[in-house]
């Protein structure tokens, strides 16, 4: 549900005034996806303690919530589709419990159980027709966050149809952000950002004391920046799709599917979203691509202390209410 390693979020660091702190940053694959790891620190040791930290928590939460891995407690409850519910650690228990919340939220347009898609779309050019309207509406037939059943008195998890799967691809790389930051902050680290293909989640300032500033980058020219917008301590994630896609009878399909439908999203080349946490913009930047503009704009302006960018299809930029565009040149 994100553009392979496309970072439609770019961050700038401005020049440094005499200071003894520096930023630090270090690029390496982690859940399957680029991460960029920065940190303002004193010297290199400091620095790269800090970033070994934050990669041992993103490993740490993607054991737990990988798919693929067939020892998580994930995959244990993929295995357990409408057999018998299993207990898991608190910590997943509560993701899959927020999620839930944000699927109620988006009326289904952001739902973890997108997973148990049949993928009947390719977008890698072989398709030569649609699929059918039956073939459309059987690939979503065990999707549904209303089949995801939760006990708090034991925290476990029952998906009610066999064959059913969960996966957290549209928030698992904004939730371990999040967790990375909480922990180096914790841990005494003043400053940083953590960049998860694009799920961004920053605190503190640069050495010079200035906001670290991110770009809405033109989707269908990535040397080309739309605006330039300061951001302290939040978070912003773009969702994009400027490639992979297939065109119908005029209509341009891309490779985010609405869970309710089968139906790919149309009318929206990149959603960037800016809100206090990855986990929550991740998540939303995904509805809104799946909602269209006119209903992702209303959505988003009914939320409190959340903003979002759009470019449509025309790569016109639209924004929400309180977002003020600073032109790039």
């Known amino acids: 549900m994100r553009?392979?390693?496309?970072?439609?979020?770019?961050?700038?660091?401005l020049g440094f005034i005499s200071s003894a702190q520096q930023t630090y940053n270090r690029t390496l694959k982690l859940m399957g996806s680029r991460f960029d790891i920065t940190v303002v620190g004193e010297n290199q040791t400091e620095a790269n303690n800090y970033i070994d930290l934050a990669i041992g928590e993103i490993s740490r939460i993607e054991k737990l919530i990988s798919s693929w891995d067939p020892n998580s407690q994930t995959s244990e409850i993929i295995r357990n589709a409408?057999?018998?519910?299993?207990?898991?650690?608190?910590e997943l228990y509560d993701l899959i419990e927020r999620s839930i919340k944000i699927s109620k939220l988006t009326s289904g347009a952001f739902d973890i159980s997108y997973a148990s898609m049949d993928k009947i779309w390719k977008f890698d050019g072989s398709m030569k027709e649609m699929p059918s309207e039956e073939a459309i509406k059987q690939s979503v037939s065990k999707v549904g966050y209303q089949n995801?059943?939760?006990?708090?008195?034991?925290?476990?998890?029952?998906?009610?149809?066999?064959?059913?799967?969960?996966?957290?691809?549209?928030?698992?790389?904004?939730?371990?952000?999040d967790r990375a930051k909480a922990l180096l902050i914790e841990k005494g680290a003043k400053a940083g950002i953590i960049n998860a293909s694009g799920d961004l989640n920053t605190w503190?300032?640069?050495?010079?004391?200035?906001?670290?500033?991110?770009?809405?980058?033109?989707?269908l020219n990535k040397d080309k920046v739309f605006s330039w917008f300061?951001?302290?301590?939040?978070?912003v994630v773009t969702s994009g799709n400027y490639e992979k896609y297939v065109r119908f009878n005029g209509t341009l399909y891309t490779h985010i599917i609405d869970p309710r439908t089968g139906y790919p999203a149309t009318g929206i080349l990149s959603a960037s979203i800016f809100t206090k946490t990855a986990e929550l913009a991740d998540a939303l930047a995904t509805s809104v691509f799946v909602m269209g503009l006119e209903t992702g704009l209303d959505f988003i302006n009914q939320l409190k202390g959340v903003e979002c960018v759009i470019v449509d299809e025309n790569n016109?930029?639209?924004?929400?209410?309180?977002?003020?565009?600073?032109?790039?040149?």
Do not use: C, R
């Open 82 to 90: 409408g057999l018998k519910s299993v207990v898991v650690d608190q």
């Open 204 to 219: 503190g300032k640069q050495p010079n004391g200035q906001d670290w500033m991110v770009a809405i980058v033109n989707p």
């Open 316 to 329: 016109k930029i639209h924004t929400s209410s309180n977002i003020t565009l600073s032109q790039s040149n």
């Open 3 to 13: 553009s392979n390693l496309k970072i439609l979020i770019l961050f700038l660091l």
């Open 230 to 235: 300061p951001v302290e301590n939040s978070a």
């Open 148 to 177: 995801i059943v939760l006990n708090p008195e034991n925290h476990s998890v029952f998906l009610k149809l066999e064959g059913m799967k969960i996966g957290f691809g549209a928030i698992g790389k904004g939730y371990a952000a």
